[in-house]
């Protein structure tokens, strides 16, 4: 099955792992917002940020293996996440309300925009998919 839990259509880009991986990130936001705990919160956002941060770890290999000229305007956007996801672990528990949809939009924003303009790149140059799979 290639079932990708928590990924609409949309957001999918045709590269299998890249894939997987952002069905796993949307999982996640989807978890948070039915925590009932702040225990079960803090634990999931962890894990949201552990996942997010090997997530882009991958994409800036793959996007260096394939030489992308946008490589470090993307590597900066994921360094905002990543001190977005940090601050929210501190901020955790101060009834933030809003802070999960900014999330979820912050990151299905960047799944449409520089994630989508890289996987067309890499595929028009020929092997993303098959680079990512195995
Ligand atoms: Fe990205
Ligand atoms: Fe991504």
């Known amino acids: 099955m290639s079932e990708k839990p928590g990924l609409d259509a949309d957001l999918q880009l045709g590269v299998e792992e890249v894939d997987r991986e952002h069905g796993l990130q949307v999982a996640l936001i989807d978890e948070l917002e039915r925590a009932g705990s702040e225990a079960e919160s803090a634990s999931i956002a962890q894990r949201l940020h552990d996942t997010t941060e ?6 800036e290999l793959l996007m260096r293996q394939h030489s992308y000229p946008l490589y470090h305007a993307h590597v900066e956007e994921h360094g905002k996440l990543l001190a977005q996801l940090a601050a929210l672990r501190e901020r955790h528990g101060k009834s933030e309300s809003g802070w999960r949809a900014e999330l979820r939009e912050w990151l299905q924003g960047h799944i449409r925009g520089p994630d989508r303009d890289f996987t067309l790149f890499a595929k028009s140059a020929g092997s993303a998919t098959n680079a990512t799979r195995g």
């Open 54 to 59: 090997a997530h882009f770890i991958g994409e």
